[in-house]
């Protein structure tokens, strides 16, 4: 199993987010990304799989790493990062992918760019299923889904999680041509 996931940083208030950070929809995301995740839950979580990334790896107790994951926001406003880090458990040299923040298309205010999981996949061999365990609006299931590769994804909000399961779903159903696809049968178990 590899693990691949973005959680709450524990930013809380000190993230701003420029406009849209200000907007009603958004005041909950200060909230819910006020505590981050308890550090044995999320050692535990880690140990889970061989491969280990964790987006925002900066932010939690975790042991060194060589292969830090750059993702080079080309578009950031002066109120936000201009990029972001992934903490792994490769041993390998860090990387940096360069693209624009995308836009808040499925309701979740942190949605990483599914050009950004694609990327971040590349890192994980082929053949383990790919855990999220933290999978806000489903964007690294739906990278596994274009990649053909096997998805398990927990989220706790109720909202995300139908959001989530929906773009996943329609991912599975409109598979990349140059992709070997999984069995139906496979793909229901993971939905």
């Keep these: 199993m590899a693990v691949v996931t973005d959680p709450p940083y524990g930013l ?41 990334i964790l987006w925002g790896g900066q932010y939690f107790d975790l042991p060194p790493t060589r292969c830090w994951l750059i993702w080079n926001k080309t578009n950031a406003v002066p109120t936000m990062a201009d990029f972001e880090m992934a903490w792994t458990n490769l041993d390998r040299p ?12 499925f309701g979740h205010p942190t949605q990483k760019p599914l050009s950004l999981m ?58 990349d041509l140059f992709v070997a696809r999984q069995s139906p049968s496979h793909q229901e178990t993971l939905l």
Excluded at 12 to 33: C, S
Excluded at 94 to 105: H, I
């Design 118 to 175: 694609m990327w971040t996949l590349g890192f994980v061999p082929e053949g383990p299923v790919v855990l999220d365990p933290f999978m806000g609006s489903g964007t690294t299931g739906v990278a596994c889904a274009k990649l053909g590769r096997s998805f398990v994804g927990i989220e706790i909000d109720e909202r995300y999680f139908e959001i989530a399961v929906e773009r996943i779903r329609k991912a599975y159903e409109q598979p």
């Design 12 to 52: 809380g208030r000190k993230m701003q987010g420029g406009t849209w950070g200000a907007k009603d929809g958004f005041k909950e995301m200060l909230e819910w990304d006020a505590a981050p995740p308890a550090a044995d839950l999320l050692r535990d979580i880690l140990a889970v799989g061989n491969t280990a």
């Design 94 to 105: 860090a990387k940096r992918f360069n693209a624009p923040v995308g836009r808040v298309e």
